[in-house]
């Protein structure tokens, strides 16, 4: 009985000691990094190779952190407790008393700033952070699309109006997270797009559908629609022309409206179905009537139903709400507001205004035979038409985000995002910008949640 | 729902395993083969979290630990454990709700469960080698934010949780008197779920971010110390070398003997 125990007890031993050799033969693989240089240059490898489990971008310097000192110490001590840390003083920022200190090797920058914070002379110590330049496109006429980033900046020729600082929809912070999906397409229901202009030839799923003429080829044959799909989706960064909300987003020319600039309810609805059947994400009505029409509202259910957000323009006439935008359960309306974040006043009003959107003195896309030969096919524009593009790229950019969104909830978020720029007036939700001016930022870029 | 009353009731038993085991330690303590030790803890816990898509951060833990071991035959000791923490996951993304949301919020509290088995296995002139176990289950409470910004009012709510297991054999040198120093190699895992709910009057959403700690080979340093006959002292330091870092804990404990 004894020498089985015994045999039992050395069964175990003798596993236990081959699994401790077998663990620490693993285990030495992975403490080889301690030693100081192997780590560096491990490091080195990781990031050269791109393989760190770290977040692609590069949030900070790994290698320095920024250390200030309390007031009160004096330099000599300075020296004294970066010393201690075995770190080294890459440079000063004088005004500031802030020291830039290089990190001695085999620190991560996590646990050098946990050190230096639990030392009684360090105000503040923290990693040296690595800021990117906000995505500013290449086109052309950028500088004229205050609606994307107004800077103040003239909004034309020079003596043109001036904008507000900032009263813009903060595009370009959203550029940051998310230029929109090829998969994403916004149907332009309107007077047909200009199937060959430079900053949509290359944005244009296909010809689309005709309702006017009844066939194939949504051709523009007034300049309307091709200046609203310019501000929803032109070719962006492009040294061309004019930056589209939805950068990567595709168009669907829908014509249902004629060269006179009008059209029949009937075609308006055909268009509507067409568009959902034909894979539309979200669909751009710069179109109103004064009439309902329990067949339109029919139509606007059926794009709401399959998860399609309807975007539709308020009207011009300082009037109330046109329809289709007034069918407010299925569509957003959108009211224009202009570069002072001020709503404009012949912009229609009404309490099915959702938001608004810049549609005062707008830079888009025309047809290449509006000016004629030897003009370049820009111009500017006004009109609630020009506000409701905005609001379509915007929710094309987040179906691109977040495909898994339904109508409604896209359309909660465009209205909770917005900024309340009335707010001194009308304090919330208002007749006249609704919940406010769409922030595309605060839409796509992460909300920052602190305690 | 039926997993967390599952290990509420291995950790109920554990819990009450001392208490319900003491009439026999009384009459077995004359002969020293049962004792009862209870004891409290603090660890320092540090570690590199994977919440997929590329996104590391860092969970920092405090645990304020209540422990009740018994041991058996001066060979196997159990013990319940019970404790507050203070959990910190750094900068944490939460991009499947309606509105993306970045989380700096700092430590979370809540409630800690768990157990410890240790099993001596040979002695050897001075050695002593033993298998060690631990499982740590946390549960915070729930907590709730303002969402700033927005044209109307919004809050999310998260409630983080996670368990860790830690096991391997530790060698204890028992040459010295008072003071006994000791290795511990050991594999060990975390992980968790953070589920963040989201709520802006008729918008709402739900996401549930699954944390999976870098690095399963650890490796520590401690001691036990007798103080008295009735007191120990533990303090450890535990390293954990993963791809992007070295995280560690440091645990410091004590125990009475009776």
């Known amino acids: 009985m004894k020498s089985r125990k015994l045999l039992l007890y050395l069964c175990i031993i003798f596993s236990i000691i081959l699994s401790t050799g077998y663990t620490q033969t693993r285990f030495h693989k992975q403490l080889r990094p301690r030693n100081k240089n192997y780590l560096h240059h491990q490091k080195i490898r990781q990031l050269n190779d791109g393989l760190p489990l770290h977040k692609k971008s590069q949030k900070y310097a790994v290698d320095q952190i920024l250390v200030k000192f309390k007031p009160s110490v004096k330099s000599q001590s300075i020296k004294t407790t970066l010393a201690v840390y075995n770190a080294k003083l890459l440079k000063k920022i004088p005004i500031g008393n802030i020291y830039q200190v290089q990190i001695p090797e085999g620190t991560t920058v996590e646990e050098m700033v946990y050190y230096m914070s639990q030392n009684a002379n360090v105000e503040y110590a923290g990693p040296n952070f690595i800021a990117h330049i906000t995505v500013t496109p290449n086109d052309t006429f950028f500088d004229y699309q205050y609606a994307l980033y107004n800077s103040g900046q003239d909004i034309g020729v020079p003596g043109s109006p001036q904008g507000k600082n900032r009263a813009d929809i903060k595009a370009t912070a959203a550029w940051e997270e998310s230029k929109g999906g090829e998969e994403v397409i916004i149907a332009i229901i309107d007077t047909g797009v200009d199937l060959e202009h430079p900053d949509l030839v290359n944005k244009i799923i296909s010809s689309g559908r005709d309702f006017v003429n009844d066939d194939l080829d949504a051709t523009d044959d007034n300049s309307h629609g091709t200046f609203v799909a310019g501000i929803a989706a032109a070719e962006t960064n492009n040294n061309e022309g004019v930056a589209g909300v939805a950068w990567n987003c595709k168009i669907l020319p829908i014509k249902c409206i004629d060269e006179e600039g009008t059209g029949f309810y009937s075609w308006i609805i055909e268009g509507i179905y067409w568009a959902v059947d034909n894979n539309a994400s979200v669909i751009n009505l710069s179109i109103g009537g004064l009439e309902t029409d329990p067949g339109l509202e029919d139509a606007l259910k059926y794009a709401f139903d399959n998860d399609i957000v309807v975007v539709a323009a308020a009207g011009n006439e300082a009037e109330p709400v046109l329809y289709p935008a007034a069918y407010t359960e299925y569509c957003l309306a959108v009211a224009a507001s202009d570069y002072d974040d001020n709503r404009v006043s012949w912009s229609n009003y009404g309490p099915e205004i959702d938001v608004a959107a810049p549609g005062e003195r707008i830079v888009g896309c025309v047809p290449a035979w509006f000016w004629g030969p030897g003009s370049i096919p820009y111009a500017f524009g006004s009109g609630t038409s020009y506000a409701s593009p905005h609001v379509a790229g915007f929710a094309a950019l987040i179906k691109s985000s977040k495909d898994w969104l339904t109508a409604a909830e896209i359309m909660n978020i465009i209205c909770y995002s917005a900024d309340d720029v009335n707010s001194t007036e009308h304090p919330g939700k208002d007749d006249y910008i609704g919940y406010g001016r769409i922030n595309m930022e605060k839409a796509l870029v992460p909300l920052i949640i602190t305690n | ?258």
């Open chain 2, 1 to 258: 729902m039926r997993y967390i009353k599952k290990l509420f009731a291995v950790v109920l038993i554990f819990a009450f395993a001392p208490g319900l085991l003491f009439p026999q330690y009384q009459e077995l303590s004359t002969e020293r083969s049962i004792k009862f030790k209870p004891g409290i803890g603090f660890e320092y816990l540090n570690r590199t979290l994977d919440w997929g898509d590329d996104n590391t951060s860092k969970l920092n833990s405090y645990l304020f630990t209540l422990n009740a071991e018994i041991e058996i035959q001066d060979r196997i000791s159990l013990s319940a454990i019970a404790g507050y923490s203070l959990s910190s996951f750094d900068k944490l993304l939460f991009k499947q709700l309606p509105f993306s949301i970045e989380l700096d919020t700092g430590n979370i509290g809540g409630y800690l469960f768990g157990s410890e088995l240790n099993f001596k296995i040979y002695n050897f002139n001075d050695f002593e080698i033993k298998a060690r176990g631990q499982f740590i289950y946390y549960i915070a409470t729930k907590k709730e934010w303002a969402i700033p910004g927005l044209s109307v009012s919004g809050n999310v709510t998260g409630k983080p949780n996670w368990w860790r297991i830690i096991a391997g054999p530790q060698i204890t040198y028992t040459g010295f008197d008072y003071f006994y120093p000791y290795i511990f190699i050991s594999y060990s895992d975390l992980r968790g779920t953070y589920s963040m709910e989201q709520s802006i009057e008729d918008l709402s959403g739900k996401e549930d971010k699954k944390i999976v700690s870098l690095g399963n080979i650890c490796a520590a340093i401690g001691t036990y110390y007798e103080l008295t006959d009735y007191l120990n002292i533990k303090a450890e330091i535990l390293i954990i070398p993963n791809e992007t870092s070295l995280d560690f804990s440091f645990i410091l404990g004590t125990l009475f003997s009776f």
